[in-house]
Nanobody
Framework: QVQLVESGGGSVQPGGSLRLSCAAS????????MGWYRQAPGKQRDMVAR???????GYADSVKGRFTISRDNDKNTVFLQMNSVKPEDTAVYHC???????????????WGQGTQVTVSS
């Protein structure tokens, strides 16, 4: 199994910055993709950013130019640097990983519990 633990959420004023971290642990064979989704109250969960093991990156249009995703493969950790945040960025941010556990025949999706980000003046 693979466990994901997020940290770094909190409250920030519009225009400010916040950095989220997510560390994967457990008996891991390989992590192919890591990234972040977010879910605002009453809305569906949407992809924010994701990064492959080789460094291929994708962003939602709404965060391009403001958020930066990075990854430390040696530490099985993914980061999300959030700059110039807006009230509409308020949501629960969930870390995800498409990974293969050591005892599993194939890869599957794993999710963290989520961390609240609130952007408000």
């Amino acid at each position: 199994q693979v466990q994901l633990v997020e940290s770094g959420g909190g409250s920030v004023q519009p225009g400010g910055s916040l950095r989220l971290s997510c560390a994967a642990s457990g008996s891991i064979f390989s992590i192919y993709y890591m990234g972040w989704y977010r879910q605002a109250p009453g809305k569906q969960r949407d992809m924010v950013a994701r990064i492959s093991r080789s460094g291929t990156i994708g962003y939602a249009d709404s965060v391009k130019g403001r958020f930066t995703i990075s990854r430390d493969n040696d530490k099985n950790t993914v980061f999300l640097q959030m700059n110039s945040v807006k009230p509409e960025d308020t949501a629960v941010y969930h870390c995800f990983a498409f990974a293969r556990a050591a005892s599993a025949p194939t890869a599957e999706d794993y999710w963290g519990q989520g961390t609240q980000v609130t952007v408000s003046s």
